[in-house]
């Protein structure tokens, strides 16, 4: 059946991208309202300080400020899902980041004039920046707001175990432990968060036009910060400059902009500058991980132990949480018996760390394909081997209890091991100036949504108008990925109408059914398959009208090129003429399906036991570079990539995604790192926080990998983290093969790869 | 009070006289004065290309750049490749070959690869992929990896 298919599988250009490439699609920064005022945030000075006292006069008097708000001005509640973080801090501040007051002006420029006229007066402390400090029985409650059950400054703590820990030790042949060090990155959309809210004093309303990728929690957790009622908020999403995990939770300045909207009954917007963007938005949680692991005489995995403490910084957002994510790594990706993990998300005077592409699997896979390459070294086993030896397989419950009903786990290593032609290049022996090395990695993620929050699900309506036209309005978000071509384009195959004949609606919490988020790598299944049903149900109005016009039955019908024919007779007739014939004659329908799609996947229980996704997704990558060992540099030649798709659904927009998370991972493994010195942040500006350019870029290879799993729409599984996931480890992989040491803190910068060559020489 | 100029420059085809500040910055002007959204602000420092517009031709960082020094000169900008209903060659190619994910950076990666593209025309040459990236690496993309950007400006000159 599957060869059959029209669109599906067939490169198709994003529907979106003309209005793109021709400037015309509209951004949080491009939206103007009638009467429109802007508006700007003071922050802290300090990373830690008490606030003696906040004088706004000064700035209230400067013509064209309309607004001043400090704390005592407002009645809000604290924001993050532990409830730790005051939208406009109040007595003292706790990171650099802390919003004080906030200002609306009638322009951009008086509104930032008039921060400057702000008097704060601090008291400044002692900061925590290290979270080992901060762990310590004197270290002073840092976030007041929440104390851990355990340790003051602990926000978040995960324990996760499987096996029999011991026993396996006592078998283990061969055990090796690393200290892992991963940095602070961020995600640099090139569109910077960007905020308008209408408030109408008429009918206490709120309209925010959000870069949200979560519109519906968004929505509730906008009324929860306000005091409102969530129906009388309505999100609008305009295109979205990049997501990749950063618009996932609310922050400060969005709820700031609401209420400086219904202090002056007028729109008010905020743009963050790239500045304001590097020092605001959220990061990827920096980490310790310290990895044990063992093999048994035949090179099986006997166990892993886990402990990892992450820099949360001062306030909870998602980055705490992605421990979810980062143990299933640890517990299920390869076979192994046992498993133990820990990790502690612990309050600093730092920045703090929100969810990013991959939720802490990148940092996972780091470790632990770091740790095999260690432990294969130490046994003197060969390191593709000891991976596909070690390998998951179809029909696999994990220790955890991921179910693998569809694996290609072994088939990408496999594959990559093969095309890169890895086990020649591993054993080259390297020599002079510029040495070659190869790495290799794997990577296991949820490729069918996470069943984290209540629902994982999506709605979806579709309407047919009287011409043949298809809306689809979908509860997902597009933030780039292309979700709205795949859905067009499954709606194409489905009913065999022209794709330039769909529209897609998903902008809008007033009209679009509920969805969880764009997060997850889930919009292509989840959203996929809810498409899937309301097509299905669609079709249950449509297919008996036609087939009493063909003098047929349902089951001999075809939909294709616009038209419904019967297989039997050959006869066929116009799809705009059935669906006319639905709306005008008795009993008159519409041509319109609702549907809500819940994945078969289960809640994980309080030991975090349970079949957490309705697919996973596997993934291999080999690559490999050549380091300059006069200058330290790393410069990475080819990455092969075979991963895991279940099946390729839009080949453009899939290889985009395995591109762009390549090089989003190296630029994590080489050459990104947030600077963070005593709290304050030395390089938010793209000259010093260095992405990669396209003169960076290796030539990338792609396999994809068709296991068809029977939950994904076509067989498809999620797709858009995973291709970062595994590429820091094999990078790190690779520079160890190519001067023969170990680099196990990220980025692999050209002073630690010196350093570590002249340890080397000394030793 | 900033000193007011009066400029008379050509924008899109489009003949215009303004009086602004000396101050004001070309990527403010062409955004809030002229109304003209398609360029965008990225970093305001130079760095990521998103705001490049074009003046006399060559590509400029708008973000840098003082509008009174297009005083006499012709800008393009986005919305200036559209014409006669059909989308620039260069437009084209980037959504042909999937060159756009947020489309964030297209605007300004759409100039500088049409400056790239007339002056190889102009010299006749051939660029290899080399020479294509360094013409991009003023831009910064976060989501494509670049690969095929560089495809689609490849493409430009096979056709």
Not at chain 1, 193 to 203: G, L
Not at chain 1, 294 to 318: C, H, L, M, P
Not at chain 1, 363 to 386: H, S
Request: proline share 5%.
């Amino acid at each position: 059946m599957l060869e059959q298919l029209k669109v599906i599988g067939h490169p198709t250009p994003k529907l979106d991208g003309k209005i793109r490439a021709c400037g015309k699609a509209v951004y949080g920064h491009d939206i103007v309202l009638p009467n429109m005022l802007y508006g700007a945030i003071l922050r802290s000075k300090y990373p830690a300080a008490e606030i003696v006292s906040i004088d706004t006069s000064k700035a209230k008097q400067l013509p064209g400020v309309v607004c001043v708000i400090t704390a005592s001005d407002v009645d809000v509640n604290n924001i993050s899902y532990k409830r730790d973080h005051p939208i406009l801090k109040k007595g003292e501040v706790n990171c650099i980041r802390d919003e004080i007051a906030a200002v609306a002006a009638v322009s951009n420029e008086i509104a930032h004039k008039a921060l400057n006229l702000i008097k704060v007066d601090y008291k400044v402390k002692p900061g925590i920046f290290d979270p080992f400090e901060a762990l310590k029985d004197q270290a002073p409650q840092i976030n007041k707001f929440f104390a851990g059950k355990s340790k003051k400054n602990i926000t978040h703590e995960f324990h996760y175990e499987h096996g029999n820990l011991q026993e396996q030790k006592d078998r283990s042949a061969c055990i090796v432990s690393r200290r892992y060090i991963m940095p602070r990155v961020t995600h640099c959309c090139l569109g910077t968060c960007a905020i308008t809210a209408d408030y109408s004093r008429i009918d206490t309303r709120l309209t925010l036009y959000s870069v949200t990728q979560v519109p519906f929690l968004y929505q509730r957790d906008m009324a929860h910060a306000l005091k409102m009622e969530p129906s009388h908020i309505r999100i609008i999403q305009p295109v979205i400059g990049g997501g990749f995990g950063s618009k996932l939770d609310m922050y400060p300045y969005e709820p700031i902009c609401a209420l400086l909207s219904m202090k002056t009954g007028q729109p008010v917007q905020i743009v963050f500058d790239r500045e304001e963007e590097f020092l605001a938005s959220p990061t990827r949680q920096p980490m310790v991980m310290d990895v044990t692991t063992g093999a048994d005489k035949n090179g099986r995995f006997t166990f892993r132990e886990v402990k990892i403490i992450k820099d949360n910084g001062a306030y909870t957002s998602w980055g705490a949480t992605t421990p979810f994510v980062m143990m299933q790594t640890f517990s299920s990706l390869y076979q192994v018996p046992a498993c133990l993990f820990d990790s502690y998300a612990v309050y600093t005077n730092n920045v703090y760390a929100g969810s990013f592409r991959g939720y802490g699997n990148p940092q996972a896979t780091f470790a632990l394909e770091r740790n095999i390459d260690a432990l294969a070294d130490e046994m003197g086993m060969d390191r593709a081997e000891i991976r596909l030896l070690n390998a998951n397989y179809q029909g696999e419950t994990t220790g955890q209890g991921l179910v693998y009903r569809s694996c290609g786990h072994k088939q990408a290593l496999e594959t990559v091991i093969e095309k890169s032609g890895y086990s020649k290049k591993y054993s080259v022996i390297q020599q002079g100036r510029y040495r070659r090395g190869i790495g290799l990695s794997s990577m296991l993620h949820v490729g069918g949504g996470a069943k984290i929050y209540r629902s994982d699900g999506c709605g979806t309506t579709v309407k047919f108008d009287a011409y043949g036209y298809l809306t689809i309005i979908t509860g997902s978000t597009e933030i780039g990925q292309g979700s709205e071509t795949v859905l067009a384009m499954i709606a194409a195959e489905e009913l065999g109408i022209d794709i330039n004949k769909i529209r897609v609606i998903n902008s809008d919490t007033d009209v679009k059914p509920w969805d969880v988020g764009v997060h997850a790598s889930r919009t292509s299944f989840v959203a996929g398959n809810s498409l899937l049903g309301a097509i299905n149900e669609l079709k249950k109005k449509i297919s008996p009208q036609a087939a009493q016009m063909l003098n047929t039955d349902v089951e001999d019908l075809d939909y294709l090129n616009g038209q419904i024919s019967s297989r039997k007779s050959g006869a066929s007739v116009k799809i705009d003429k059935v669906i006319r014939e639905i709306h005008f004659n008795a009993p008159n329908e519409l041509c319109l399906a609702n549907y809500y799609y819940e994945p078969g996947s289960e809640f994980q229980d309080k030991n975090y036991m349970g079949n957490v996704s309705g697919a996973y997704a596997f993934a291999a990558q080999a690559v490999e570079v050549e380091v300059d060992t006069y200058t330290g540099n790393v410069k990475v030649l080819d990455v092969y990539v075979a991963q895991d798709v279940g099946k390729v659904l839009n080949p453009l927009g899939l290889s985009g995604q395995i591109e762009g998370g390549v090089v989003m991972g190296m630029g994590y493994a080489l050459t990104e790192e947030l600077i963070i010195e005593n709290g304050l942040i030395l390089n938010p500006n793209f000259h010093n926080y260095k992405l990669p350019t396209a003169g960076d870029i290796p030539n990338i290879h792609f396999f994809p990998i068709e296991t068809i799993d029977s939950a994904g729409p076509y067989g498809a599984k999620g797709v858009g983290e995973a291709p970062l996931i595994p590429t820091p480890a094999a990078i790190a992989n690779a520079v160890n093969n190519a001067i023969g040491v170990e680099m196990n803190s990220l980025p692999i910068t050209p002073e630690k790869v010196l350093k570590a060559l002249k340890n080397k020489i000394n030793d | 009070m900033t000193k007011q100029h009066t400029i008379s420059f050509t924008i899109n085809g489009h003949k215009l006289q303004k009086t602004i500040p000396a101050s004001m910055l070309l990527l403010d002007f062409i955004r809030d004065e002229l109304n003209l959204k398609g360029t965008k602000p990225g970093c305001g420092e130079g760095e990521c290309g998103a705001c490049t517009v074009l003046v006399d031709g060559q590509p400029v960082n708008s973000c840098l750049f003082l509008a009174v020094n297009i005083d006499g000169k012709d800008v393009t900008t986005v919305e200036g490749l559209f014409q006669q209903e059909m989308l620039d060659p260069v437009q084209n190619a980037l959504v042909e070959y999937g060159g756009i994910q947020c489309g964030f950076c297209t605007p300004g990666m759409v100039m500088t690869i049409k400056a790239f593209h007339n002056e190889c025309l102009s010299r006749n040459i051939i660029p290899d992929k080399e020479q294509i990236k360094k013409a991009l690496e003023g831009n910064l993309c976060r989501c494509t990896g670049y690969t095929k950007i560089v495809k689609a400006v490849e493409a430009l000159f096979i056709r």
